[in-house]
C-alpha cells in the first residue's frame, strides 16, 4: 500500500512548482494540496515577491573580487580594529603621549641650548 | 583513467557546477566563475539574516575567502557545491551574529530594505506589503527564518537546505511549513 505524502512533503513539491514559475494556485493543484495548505502557497509566492535579491554594490564587488585573486592586501587589519574599539582607544592614547613627551623633550632642550650654559655646552 | 574526480548522481541530480569546482581545485583563478554566479545569493542570503548592508558584506567577504582556501577539499559526496558554500554563508552569519550579541547590540528587529526595491513604480501598496512580510519574517525564529530565506531568496531545495542547516531534508519540510503558517497569521489581514 502506497502511503500518502504528508502535508509537508506536498507543500514542498507545490514549492518547487512555484520556483519553477507555476501559478500558485496551479502549483497548489499539482501538489494536490486544498485548504489552509494551499493558502500556504500563497503565502509563499508573496513572501518570494517581497524578498528580492538585495543589489551588490559594485565596489564591493570589484574589491572582493581583487581580493580573491590576490590583488588586494587583507582588511583584516582594520576590521580587527573596528571590532576592538577600546584597544584603538589605548593606542591612540599611548601614541599621543609619546608625542608630547617627545615635543616637551625638544622644548626643553631648545631651553637649554638657549642658556649660556647650554650655549657654552653645544659651542 | 584520467585522473579528474568524476561527477557522483547516484539518487541525486548531478551538480551543476562540479565542472567549475574541479578546475578551481587546480586553478584558484577558476574560482573566478563561481564567485560570480554565487556573489548575489550569498549576499542576499547574509543581508536578510544580519539585516545590515555593511555586515553582509563582511560576512560575505569572509564566506568567499574561507571558500577559495577550502575548495579544494570539496568532494562531490552528496552535498551540492551550493549547499556547502551556504553552509559556510551560514557560520558566518552565526558569527556574526554571535560577535553583535557580544557587544550587546542588535539590529535584527530593523526591517532590512533592499536598496533600490520594491520599485516604486509597483505603487506604494506593495512596498508597503513587501514592508510587511520583511517585518514579519524579522519576527520568526532563527531556524525558521533562515529556511524562508534560503528557499525564497537563493532558490536552495529542502535536501540543500538540510544539508546547510546541518539537519535532515523531512525536517527543513516540517520548519518550512510551520514557518509558512506562522508568517500566514501574521500577514493575516487586520490582525
Known amino acids: ?123 | 583513467m584520467t585522473g579528474r574526480r568524476e561527477p557522483r548522481a547516484v539518487g541525486r541530480a548531478p551538480d551543476p557546477d562540479l565542472a567549475d569546482v574541479l578546475a578551481a581545485q587546480t586553478d584558484p583563478a577558476a574560482f573566478g566563475e563561481l564567485y560570480r554566479r554565487y556573489l548575489d545569493r550569498v549576499y542576499g542570503y547574509c543581508f536578510y539574516l544580519l539585516g545590515d548592508h555593511h555586515d553582509a558584506e563582511d560576512a560575505t567577504e569572509r564566506t568567499f575567502l574561507a571558500a577559495l582556501g577550502a575548495v579544494a577539499r570539496f568532494r562531490d559526496e552528496g552535498a551540492s557545491f551550493r549547499s556547502w558554500l551556504f553552509r559556510i554563508a551560514h557560520n558566518q552569519v552565526a558569527n556574526a551574529l554571535r560577535a553583535r550579541s557580544r557587544r550587546r547590540t542588535s539590529r535584527l528587529d530593523l526591517v532590512p530594505e533592499p536598496v533600490g526595491a520594491p520599485d516604486p513604480a509597483d505603487g506604494v501598496s506593495a512596498a508597503d506589503d513587501a514592508r510587511r512580510v520583511r517585518q514579519a519574517l524579522a519576527s520568526l525564529a532563527d531556524d525558521r527564518r533562515q529556511v524562508v530565506v534560503l528557499r525564497f531568496v537563493d532558490g536552495l531545495s529542502a535536501r540543500e537546505i538540510g544539508t546547510v542547516l546541518g539537519r535532515s531534508e523531512g525536517a527543513v519540510r516540517v520548519l518550512q511549513h510551520r514557518a509558512l503558517r506562522e508568517l500566514a497569521g501574521l500577514l493575516a489581514p487586520d490582525d
Open chain 1, 1 to 123: 500500500m502506497q502511503q500518502i505524502p504528508t502535508v509537508a512533503v506536498r507543500l514542498d513539491h507545490a514549492l518547487d512548482e512555484l520556483a519553477a514559475g507555476a501559478h500558485p494556485a496551479l502549483a497548489a493543484a499539482t501538489a494536490g494540496l486544498a485548504g489552509e495548505p494551499r493558502v500556504l502557497v500563497e503565502v509563499a509566492d508573496r513572501v518570494r515577491s517581497s524578498l528580492p535579491m538585495p543589489p551588490v554594490s559594485s565596489r564591493f564587488e570589484a574589491r572582493l573580487g581583487a581580493r580573491l585573486s590576490g590583488a588586494v592586501p587583507s582588511r583584516d587589519a582594520v576590521a580587527w580594529a573596528l571590532r576592538h574599539p577600546g584597544r584603538l582607544i589605548v593606542t591612540g592614547a599611548v601614541g599621543s603621549a609619546v608625542g608630547v613627551g617627545v615635543t616637551a623633550y625638544a622644548v626643553w632642550r631648545k631651553g637649554r641650548r638657549s642658556t649660556p650654559a647650554g650655549r657654552f655646552l653645544h659651542r
